[in-house]
């Protein structure tokens, strides 16, 4: 008993009580949702039998009900845009800046750290303020798109059926771009910078000392941020809600939004469990990615 | 990559840049203090003719906006306290030891970093539902969120303590302190920084959730501001001036707090790497 009390205050039991407590209550709150999403996603759950564990199987029955909804290729081929859309522009946008913000200027890291302000705000509250932006007959982007002279009439973002998707694409660029610009900054201060002088005494301009300086050697950074916008992407569900509650008629639904939609206004918690079940697959792949590119850095 | 560019031309460039990125935010503002007919003008007028700031006082009230903030200040206490409870132990203990059990529980945690919480709240809410949880909606939010931000939590500040040299802490066992001796007078006061601001970050996080609160919360009067934004925003919206007040009176709290630290909550993001 002594024993195992001197090992709890001073030994091994320690370090074990510290991770156990919270890895039993990251288990209890992740790990047992996700096996019970998977035994949902092939029951038929109803208002009736959401309170029993008996609920009658139902097979493939839920999976088979989903595909043959008729928003499903429509959904899959939103969630693509949302997701490419976002990471592209968050990238590149993000990668433009990180670059220039490593040039030598006052104030250079304060006025770069300002930008994380978007990624701080409540997801909700960016949705508002884009909604605001982007509405389609007094919406300020219109406003400023017709007096550069890219447009004549009025883009209605939101309730354009072509547009609405991109509407919240937008949003989402700007919500996460300045998180992609912070991580490549970290991985472009991590260049040595006597590479880039002895490319220049070499006679390398700015593109070749781009392409094969910059991108090579950044290599584990850029495959971290990329799989990490993929999983924040797939993460993305606050804009939904404020900016085009998935409408008009599904064209700008994706998968996240409509999982939900499914368990809490339909209430058919089976098809919500199948739907975000189909997700897991697409977020479990990032994740491997992520986590091999990381893997350096987190074993530190 | 250094230039001999000028670097006046390159701060009043980036400050151009700046100012670009953080229009939205500008025009939450500018769009509140304009009158109902003047955010109907087309062209939008870009600075308010006649600034009212009675709006504030007239929404926080119409909008019950007390009850709300409340809310979300108690959603966001708890789930940063569970946080910083249940994560800094562990993150101190995963930074101390290297062996393949670490690495799997290291790999376990970057896992559940990455799982939307629009995948786990279906079966957290039925969850919940089956062992009585959502008569308690604000706990079971507080719990929910709390296991979503927990990993997070700890690859961060795991970072930090790896940073801790182990042989101060080795010193003080030497000299007769206990192991909880060693890190309450010696590891954390020296990783408090990097602790502070990721509770920080967390809180920040805790007070915009919306997903949890919203399915879980169905009662109004326990609801975060979050949820309450929400209930008069869509598609058709035509209050913008109230909506805008409400939001910036939601996130300028936020928004000084993250100002008033911005280099520290940089440097604690990017572990440092970044200064």
């Known amino acids: ?55 009658p199987f139902a097979g493939f029955e839920n999976y088979v009900a989903i595909v043959s909804q ?47 302000v978007s990624w701080v705000m409540p997801g909700l509250v960016v949705g508002a303020l884009w909604g605001w932006i982007l509405a389609g007959d007094f919406g300020v982007l219109n406003a400023i798109l017709r007096g550069l002279g890219i447009i004549d009439g009025t883009m209605f973002w939101k309730s354009d059926p072509n547009l609405s998707i991109w509407a919240v694409t937008i949003a989402n660029i700007w919500l996460g771009l300045a998180f992609n610009m912070m991580l490549l900054s970290v991985g472009l ?54 900016i085009t509650e998935g409408g008009p008629a599904n064209s700008s639904n994706v998968a996240q939004y409509w999982a939900w939609q499914w368990s809490f206004q339909l209430f058919d918690f089976a098809k919500g469990a199948t739907v975000s079940m189909m997700m897991v697959i697409f977020v479990l792949i990032a994740s491997i990615v992520y986590v091999r590119s990381t893997r350096h850095e987190v074993r530190g | 990559m250094t230039r001999v560019a000028a670097p006046k031309i390159l701060l009043v460039l980036a400050l151009a840049l700046a100012a670009v990125y953080l229009f939205p935010l500008y025009w939450m503002y500018a769009t509140s203090l304009k009158g109902a ?51 800094t132990g562990c993150a101190y203990v995963l930074a101390r030891y290297r062996n ?8 376990a945690i970057l896992m559940l970093q990455v799982l939307p919480a629009s995948v786990m709240i279906t079966p957290l809410y039925v969850g919940f539902n089956q062992l009585g949880l959502l008569d308690y909606p604000r706990t079971a939010v507080i719990i929910a969120a709390a296991g979503k931000s927990i990993p997070f939590y700890i690859v961060l500040v795991r970072a930090t303590f790896m940073s801790v040299p ?110």
């Open chain 1, 70 to 116: 008729p928003e499903f290729w429509l959904v899959i081929r939103n969630t693509a845009i949302f997701v490419f859309g976002s990471i592209a522009g968050q990238f590149i946008f993000g990668f433009a800046l990180a670059i220039f913000f490593m040039l030598s200027f006052p104030f250079a890291s304060t006025i770069r750290g300002l930008f994380l």
């Open chain 2, 166 to 275: 182990s042989e101060l802490e080795e010193a003080a066992l030497v000299d007769g302190n206990s192991r909880w001796g060693a890190i309450f007078f010696i590891v954390l006061p020296l990783a408090r920084n990097g602790i502070l601001v990721l509770a920080i970050l967390t809180f920040m996080q805790a007070f915009g959730e919306y997903i949890y609160s919203k399915s879980i919360i169905t009662t109004q009067s326990l609801q975060p501001a979050s949820v309450g934004l929400s209930g008069f925003l869509g598609p058709n919206s035509t209050d913008w001036n109230g909506i805008m007040a409400y939001a910036a009176m939601y996130v300028t709290p936020i928004i000084l707090v993250f100002v008033i630290l911005q280099r520290r909550i940089v440097s604690g993001l990017t572990s440092g790497a970044l200064k």
């Open chain 2, 37 to 87: 007919s003047e955010i109907f003008a087309n062209p939008p007028t870009f600075w308010p003719r006649d600034p009212d700031f009675s709006i504030f006082p007239a929404t926080w009230e119409r909008r019950t906006m007390d009850t709300f903030l409340w809310n979300s200040l108690v959603i966001a206490t708890g789930v940063t306290t569970l946080t910083v409870l249940l994560g």
């Open chain 1, 1 to 55: 008993m002594r024993r195992i009390l001197s090992s709890i205050t001073d030994g091994k039991g320690f370090d074990l009580i510290m991770v156990g407590v919270t890895m039993l209550f990251l288990f209890a709150l992740a790990g047992v949702p996700l096996v019970y999403n998977v035994v949902m996603s092939f029951q038929q759950v109803d208002m009736f039998n959401l309170n029993t564990f008996s609920r």
């Open chain 2, 100 to 107: 393949p059990w670490i690495d799997i529980g290291l790999f």
């Open chain 1, 189 to 242: 201060a991590g260049i040595p910078r006597d590479l880039y002088e002895a490319a220049e005494l070499d006679g390398a301009n700015g593109w070749q000392r781009f392409t094969t300086i910059t991108l090579p050697m950044m290599r584990s950074t850029i495959g971290a941020v990329l799989a990490l916008g993929l999983i924040y992407t797939l993460q993305q569900f606050d804009l939904f809600p404020a």
